[in-house]
Every structure is written in C-alpha cells, then in structure tokens.
C-alpha cells in the first residue's frame, strides 16, 4: 500500500513497548515492567504512582521515578526512526502516543505531527484547587533532578508535569484531532501498546470500516476493545471483503528495520540514526566546553 501510494495518511499509534529497547521498561511487561519493580516505593498497589489523588498525599515516589524517567537521556529507537520517516516523506497523518519520554520528538518528529495522548513533561502546572499556576519546564526540571518536591509559590501546592495521570482527563488536543484525523486515515499502525488503557485504545476502532490495521506486538491485545471495533486478526468477525487487520507478533525495532528494507528506506533510516548521534555528541562537546 506505502509503495503503490494507496496509503499516505497514515496513523501510528505507540504505547511504552517503542521505547523498551531504548531502557525505559514499559508498564506491564512481565519481569522487567515498572509495575514489577516497584516494591521499592512500597505502593499500596503499582498504578497508584501515576494516580492523582495517591500523589496528592505521598508525591515523592511518583518524582523518584520521573528522575530515572526524564526526558533528554535516551537514544530513540528504530521505531520512532521509522515514524520520522514516514513523516519525512508526507505519509504521516499524525502519530499518538501514549509515552511521556518525547523520543518522537528528539527522533525529529516535528509536534504538530504528534498527539502526546497522555501528556507531557514539557509544561507542568499547580494541582492546588483554583490555582494552577503554570510552571516552566526548566524549573520543574531543576527541581526533580535535586530531590526537590516542587510546590507552587502562589499557594503552596505540589506542581506536577502535565502528564495524564489515572483520574485525570486527557489533553484538549487529543479531542481536537481525533475525530478528522482517523476519518481521513488510510492506514493504521500500531506499535508496542498493551491496549489497555482508555479512551487511546478503543482509537483502533475509529478508523473507516474496510481501513487496514497492522499490529506490531510482542503479544497479541486489541482483540477486545472498544464495542466491535477490537482487531480481527483471524477474519472470525469480517466479511472477506473487510478482513483487513494483520499482527506482526515479535519485536517492533525488528519489524520496522524489516519495513524499511523492504520500502527501500534502510538506507535513510541508518543515516537518521547516524545523524542523532553526531548532533547528540556535538551537543554533549559544546556543553563540556
Ligand atoms: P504497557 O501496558 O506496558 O504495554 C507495553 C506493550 O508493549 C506490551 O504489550 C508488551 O508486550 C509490548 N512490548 C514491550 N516491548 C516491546 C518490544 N520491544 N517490541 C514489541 N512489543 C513490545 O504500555 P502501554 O503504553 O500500552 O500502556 C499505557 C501507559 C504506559 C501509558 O499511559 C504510558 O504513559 C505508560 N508508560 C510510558 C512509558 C514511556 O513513556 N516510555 C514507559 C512506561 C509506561
Ligand atoms: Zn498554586
């Protein structure tokens, strides 16, 4: 479809599985999940960490972990690589993602392409009632890489990144953009998510009825979300006419670098690696000097 031109709006959706290879571990993977290695925060249960009202009485564990987590210290991965090249050569309609690392943006992807569908650390605001006072990204960065808890200097509260905990609603923009966006979509790509979490995962559903849907996982899911929008992979539900979900079960660099060989991309897609770590490193020269 990519080499005919029958696909050029194309969607990819990405959940914490593109950003495993570069060391953030993802939530749910058994054994080397966050949610695994969290005894050390002593949490009553795992996804209290990313609960409001949990970090509205105990927020240290929750800045612990944004320390390890913080944007600007990993290598994207040949995931977000290839979404960079989808991007690059206009095929890209946008790219959700439910991960708070920014890797697509430091891959190039420029922000208006990307719908961060849980948030972001590049803004934070007061949680304080009546407040919300904005704070920059700087400032809160300051603060987490000290050990500080930061407190909003109007009222007191904690301030917390504008990412979307459980509890809280998503941002303004996921809601501006879905509707157009997967009405016009012509081809969806789904990349490394459990499909847990909603609304983002019932998003499969909402693409034209006869849209191809492509599964990049390392397990099968998606098979039940969303009323009968869930994949189909064995073609149980759909006519032959509309069978048109696929899964690629393994691991989504792998799948990419296989894309890319096969689109002829492999080329551009070494070279935008090559060209991440000559800037990252000529960053690193001008910032010891
Ligand atoms: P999840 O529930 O942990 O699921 C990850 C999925 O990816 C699982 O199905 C894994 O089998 C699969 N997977 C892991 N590694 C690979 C790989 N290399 N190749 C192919 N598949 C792989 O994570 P979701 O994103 O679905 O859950 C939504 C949460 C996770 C969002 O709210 C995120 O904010 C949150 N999260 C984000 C990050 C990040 O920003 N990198 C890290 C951890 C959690
Ligand atoms: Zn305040």
Same mark, same amino acid.
């Given at each position: 479809m ?10 990819v959706?990405?959940?914490?599985g593109i ?9 749910r ?7 695994a ?24 564990p ?7 987590l ?8 040949a =995931?977000?690589?290839f ?9 890209l ?17 420029e ?7 849980h ?6 605001? =007061? ?12 400032? !809160?960065r300051e ?8 407190? *909003?200097?109007? =009222?007191g ?7 979307t905990f459980f ?11 879905i509707e ?5 979509c ?6 490394g998510t ?5 609304p983002?995962?019932?998003l499969?559903?909402?693409?034209g ?8 996982n390392?397990?099968?899911v ?7 929008g869930?994949? #189909? ?10 069978h048109r979900?696929a899964?690629?079960l393994?691991? =989504? #660099?792998?799948? *990419? ?11 551009e897609?070494a070279?935008l ?8 490193? !000529?960053?690193?020269?001008a910032?010891?000097?």
């Amino acid at each position: 479809m990519i080499r005919s031109g029958a696909a050029k709006n194309i969607i990819v959706m990405a959940g914490a599985g593109i950003s495993t290879s570069a060391g953030i571990p993802d939530f749910r993977s058994p054994g080397t999940g966050l949610y695994a290695n969290l005894q050390k925060y002593r949490l009553p249960y795992p996804e209290a960490i990313f609960t409001i009202d949990y970090f509205r009485k105990q927020p240290r564990p929750f800045y612990v972990l944004a320390k390890e987590l913080y944007p600007g210290q990993f290598v994207p991965t040949a =995931c977000h690589f290839f979404v960079q090249l989808l991007a690059q050569r206009g095929l890209l309609l946008r790219h959700y993602t439910q991960n708070i690392d920014c890797l697509e943006r430091e891959a190039g992807v420029e922000p208006g392409l990307i719908v961060e569908a849980h948030g972001s650390f590049h803004e934070a605001h =007061c949680i304080g009632s009546g407040c919300g006072k904005g704070f920059p990204q700087d400032w !809160l960065r300051e603060h987490i890489f000290d050990d500080r808890t930061p407190r *909003c200097d109007e =009222c007191g509260s904690l301030v917390k990144p504008d990412i979307t905990f459980f509890g809280e609603g998503l941002p303004v923009r996921f809601f501006e953009l879905i509707e157009d966006d997967f009405a016009a979509c012509d081809l969806l790509i789904v990349m490394g998510t459990s499909l847990q979490v909603q609304p983002f995962a019932s998003l499969v559903g909402n693409v034209g009825g006869s849209v191809p849907r492509l599964l990049i996982n390392r397990e099968r899911v998606g098979e039940t979300v969303g009323h009968s929008g869930g994949f #189909d992979f064995d073609g149980k539900r759909s006519a032959d006419s509309v069978h048109r979900d696929a899964l690629v079960l393994g691991d =989504c #660099d792998d799948a *990419c670098l296989l894309f890319a060989e096969k689109l002829g991309w492999a080329g551009e897609l070494a070279s935008l690696r090559a060209a991440f770590t000559v800037r990252k490193g !000529l960053e690193a020269g001008a910032g010891a000097s």
